[in-house]
């Protein structure tokens, strides 16, 4: 499958501040996604992004689905202790039976 | 259940032994899929059923993986002659169907020996 690209690989930040990280592929997507991993646990969705260039919010995260549909960038505002955890983004596409094509992840350290 | 369903949760192996991970999908999900994520690392794609069609074995690295899903609903991966470096995280999702939300399980953690 396609290996997207994902940064930063990790950051360490303190509670309040603002995040951002992105994901760029060489091949488009028709379908952008977010997931967050908490350690032992699987990885659950936090936001599905279906249109080039749509900007969608879920609670202090906000994601874009690039114009180009080749990236896609999750904000996180006003980061606090439970945002803890893996962010990976995924692209999706019909002609691959809709298999995810992940990025590495960025790990998230918020410190109070 | 309530969610997707994995076991064992941990695996521990010797090298050269066969082992199978079971999979139980959201109740009504027609698609399954199988991920493998080793250290550091993404989720890389294995494999996926969609109701009774013909499964998509395009991300299974060798001939020692399989998988088959009986009835339309659980699922087992099997590793034959394990390698060291079949040493990952094996997760599993469900969807409603093609193109819908997937949904992970925990995980099977295999450590090869």
């Known amino acids: 499958g396609q290996q997207l690209n994902q940064s930063p690989q990790s950051m360490f930040i303190q509670e309040g501040e603002d995040v951002s990280m992105n994901c760029t592929s060489s091949s488009i997507f028709n379908t952008w996604l977010w997931y967050k991993q908490d350690p032992g646990e699987g990885p659950v969705l936090l936001i599905a992004?279906?249109?080039?260039?749509e900007l969608t919010s879920n609670g202090r995260l906000t994601a874009q689905f690039g114009i180009t549909r080749k990236d896609s960038f999750l904000n996180i505002s006003a980061s606090i202790p439970s945002d803890v955890g893996i962010y990976f983004c995924a692209g999706q596409n019909s002609n691959s039976g809709y298999a995810l094509n992940f990025g590495k992840g960025t790990s998230l350290l918020v410190t109070p | 259940g309530a969610g997707v369903s994995q076991s064992p949760s941990n695996k521990v192996t010797e090298k050269g032994k066969d082992v199978e991970l079971r999979c139980d999908p959201i109740s009504g999900h027609t698609a399954l899929y199988w991920y493998r994520q080793s250290l550091g690392q993404g989720l890389e794609f294995l494999i996926y059923f969609q109701g009774n069609s013909a499964p998509d074995k395009s991300g299974l690295p060798s001939d020692r993986f399989s998988a088959e899903r009986t009835g339309g609903s659980v699922s087992t991966l099997t590793i034959q002659r394990t390698q060291q470096e079949d040493s990952a995280v094996y997760l599993c999702?469900?969807?409603?169907?093609?193109?819908?939300?997937?949904?992970f399980g925990a995980g099977t953690r295999l450590s090869v020996l």
């Open positions: 992004l279906y249109k080039a260039g």
């Open positions: 999702a469900s969807s409603l169907g093609v193109g819908a939300i997937q949904y």
